[in-house]
């Protein structure tokens, strides 16, 4: 048996070297074809590099990922948009920011099904489902991993259902659903097994170790994790095998060998710091915590365990802190600490309820019953099909006969019933006629009026509609913004067909202005203001030749004040006006109770302003003239307040500016169409089912 196992892992030693000497060959032949592509087939080649570089250079995958976002932010490729996004939402799980990756998978999601992409739609869910394994979030995992199971089947993906079959087991080991968890993992191991995917075998092959690991199996569990780790040594995939050794340390400390179990979890450590994974971080630390418990090294256990609290609480991943409250528990309780062992029992129970609670048991069963119902169910027709086949013709027959007879008993019924209404419809036709009459009048004259109704309510629909069209003509129109502006977008979303909200641009002495405004109301109020605050706009720089943007406000606010008249209306704008020299390169501005927010060096700066408004309020000294100094890389954003005051979310509360600037942030890497796409699709999320407050604009640009 001994030799039969030895020659098996000589077998997978010889795969792995050819394995990583193929994949080294692929991406140099990848690189080759890169040169001689273009546009779609030029994506695909990106994104297939990107993948080939993500399990042995996290920075080349993020070079050629970046790559194939911008280019398919030029054409229109919502497969290979799909893919690109997918590898970077893949980058941002990897590196623990899981609120990113959610974001961008759920957009992949949307994009998938706008253009029936079910494997793009699948994989996205099953990622989903993924992470939310590790947020302890079960119930919510396995919905997320069955509705990727069935579109991955539909869409005939063989890869993925296998991958989304070893998640399915994952899932179930965390509930201790041994029985599903192990036909999940036999499912995912047939599947890879067609595939000749040796990779995806031995994961399938090593979370099967776990299942005999926790249930006291520790020789077959110690064989398979040894056969695992050999392959993934052999095929240098650092992540695998950073996992085999976590798991054999576990199995050797279950054993009392403490010193190897020690080498193993040090050993996978390093590895998991090389590939800057939190959670595989936050696991070993646990791990080592454990170990130095057993021994009785309770001193450096206490640590340990904390360590290990702090890291998983980065990407809450609740099932390594719940581990760390029932180990400090123990620590404390074994040095008769009893204040701070009662603490972390109160504080594991608490988060245990939380995890496991009732409800989320309840869905998991339901869900199990329902499979196995399904199972049966499919049996059953498979056996019982001729039976109803014969049963459906004795059916018929006798459906035949008796129709005949109900049939013609009908008929001599409907006879009788047709001869006496007949006489009744003689005499009631008169009445009848004159009720038709006077009807017939009533509905023509309320057709009149309704008539009369719509052709009104048309007219000032049409009105209002050729108001839109004057107001979008004054808007900065795409080939001004195009030639004084590099990488940017606008995402412009009025609450009614009219705005109050505008931007506008122009060109004059070499100089290039941008404003970003918000008109005193909404809709057609709103309009006319927006109408009057760009005519003010464009005298005070094209007719007046006022340069500096707080003078062109002071002159603004002025032609408002004499033109509205001073009786106490409150009307005008909050406005960003900005002013780029072509000459100097100097950006001066001015903003009147909205700031711009600057993104450099991945930190948010939100740059002053005055806080008044262009028009009548309570302070009217001059406005300042601010300056500012953007580097290569950074990100300027413009905005109103329309998308900070949406209210929304579970509780119908404002999204606010903070979580608006943090998205931004978070995003700022991004193509800008890209960028414009999320922001658009977490406002639509938000708001749900409720109606939009205000008007929003936002202008992004990229320098």
């Known amino acids: 048996m001994r030799s039969k196992f030895k020659l098996f892992l000589v077998l ?18 990848l690189k080759k074809v890169l040169l001689s592509q273009k546009d779609t087939s030029e994506i695909n080649t990106l994104n297939a590099l990107a993948k080939e570089f993500s399990p042995v250079s996290l920075d080349s995958c993020i070079k050629y990922n970046k790559v194939a976002l911008d280019k398919n932010s030029r054409i229109n490729f919502p497969r290979g948009q799909a893919k690109a996004m997918m590898r970077r939402a893949g980058i941002y799980r990897v590196k623990g920011e899981i ?29 989903i489902g993924f992470m939310l394994q590790n947020q302890s979030e079960f119930d919510q995992s396995i919905l997320n991993l069955i509705k990727a199971e069935k579109d991955l089947e539909k869409a005939n993906h063989l890869l993925l259902q296998a991958r989304s079959s070893w998640m399915l087991g994952n899932a179930y080991l965390k509930i201790k659903a041994y029985r599903e968890s192990e036909d999940y993992y036999n499912k995912g191991k047939e599947c890879f097994a067609k595939l000749g995917d040796s990779l995806g075998y031995f994961d399938c092959v090593l979370n099967t170790a776990i299942i005999y690991d926790e249930n006291e199996r520790y020789d077959d569990a110690m064989k398979l994790i040894l056969s695992s780790e050999a392959y993934y040594r052999k095929v240098n995939h650092t992540g695998a095998l950073s996992a085999s050794l976590i798991n ?26 090389a590939l800057g994974a939190p959670l595989g971080i936050a696991t070993c630390i646990k791990d080592l915590g454990d170990l130095y418990k057993q021994s009785g090294n309770y001193v450096k ?8 609290i702090e890291l998983a609480r980065k990407d809450n991943t609740q099932h390594i802190i719940l581990a760390a409250y029932k180990a400090l528990y123990e620590v404390y309780k074994a040095q008769s600490k009893h204040v701070l062992a009662l603490d972390f029992h109160e504080k594991y129970v608490s988060l245990n309820d939380s995890i496991y609670n009732s409800d989320k048991s309840k869905i998991i069963e339901e869900m199990k019953a329902k499979f196995e119902t399904e199972k049966k169910d499919k ?6 099909s001729e039976i109803e086949k014969n049963q459906l013709e004795i059916e018929q027959k006798s459906f035949q006969r008796n129709a005949f007879l109900i049939g013609l008993f009908l008929v001599l019924i409907l006879v009788v019933i047709a001869f006496v209404g007949y006489k009744q419809k003689k005499n009631a036709n008169a009445v009848l006629h004159l009720q038709n009459t006077e009807i017939t009048q009533q509905k023509q004259l309320i057709q009149l009026q309704k008539h009369k109704v719509e052709e009104h309510q048309k007219e000032i629909i049409d009105s209002i509609n050729y108001a839109k069209k004057i107001q979008y003509a004054l808007l900065a129109h795409d080939d001004l913004l195009n030639e004084n502006l590099a990488e940017h977008f606008v995402l412009f979303k009025p609450k009614d067909i009219v705005s109050g909200d505008f931007y506008w641009a122009t060109r004059h002495n070499n100089k290039f202005y941008l404003a970003v405004c918000d008109s005193t109301g909404h809709g057609v109020p709103g309009a006319f203001m927006s109408l009057l605050n760009i005519g003010f706009l464009s005298e005070a720089i094209k007719e007046k030749n006022i340069s500096e943007p707080n003078e062109v406000l002071n002159f603004v606010r002025k032609r408002l004040m004499e033109s509205i008249g001073n009786d106490g209306q409150q009307d005008g704008m909050d406005a960003i006006l900005m002013c780029f020299d072509m000459n100097t390169k100097v950006i001066t501005y001015s903003a009147a109770n909205n700031e711009p927010i600057l993104i450099s060096n ?26 500012t100094t953007v580097n290569a890389g950074d990100t300027l954003y413009l905005y109103t307040d329309g998308y900070a005051d ?6 119908g509360k404002k999204f606010k500016y903070k979580k608006l600037n943090e998205l931004l942030l978070t995003n700022s890497s991004l193509p800008s169409k890209v960028v414009s796409d999320i922001l658009l699709t977490e406002f639509d999320a938000w708001k749900g089912d409720l109606e939009q407050v205000d008007d929003v604009c936002i202008i992004g640009i990229k320098f």
Do not use: C, W
């Not at 997978?12 to 032949?29: E, P, R, W, Y």
């Not at 256990?301 to 290990?308: G, I, L, Q, T």
């Not at 302003?609 to 003239?625: A, H, I, Q, R, Y």
């Open 248 to 273: 054999k340390a576990e199995v050797l400390s279950k054993i009392k060998k403490y010193k190897e179990a020690e080498v193993a979890l040090l050993e996978a450590l390093e590895l998991k710091k």
């Open 12 to 29: 997978i030693g010889v795969f792995a070297t050819v394995h990583l000497f193929s994949q080294n060959q692929k991406i140099d032949s």
């Open 602 to 627: 991945n930190q948010i700066v939100e740059l002053p302003k005055d806080k008044m408004p262009v028009g009548k309020g309570e302070k009217s000294d001059s406005f300042t003239l601010y300056s």
């Open 379 to 384: 049996q059953i027709l498979q056996k019982n």
């Open 99 to 127: 609120d990113s990756a959610t974001t961008v998978y759920n957009l992949i999601i949307k994009i998938a099904t706008k253009h029936n992409l079910l494997a793009e739609r699948g994989e996205a869910y099953m990622f």
């Open 301 to 308: 256990a206490e640590k340990f365990y904390f360590d290990a």
């Open 646 to 651: 949406q209210f929304g979310g579970e509780k």
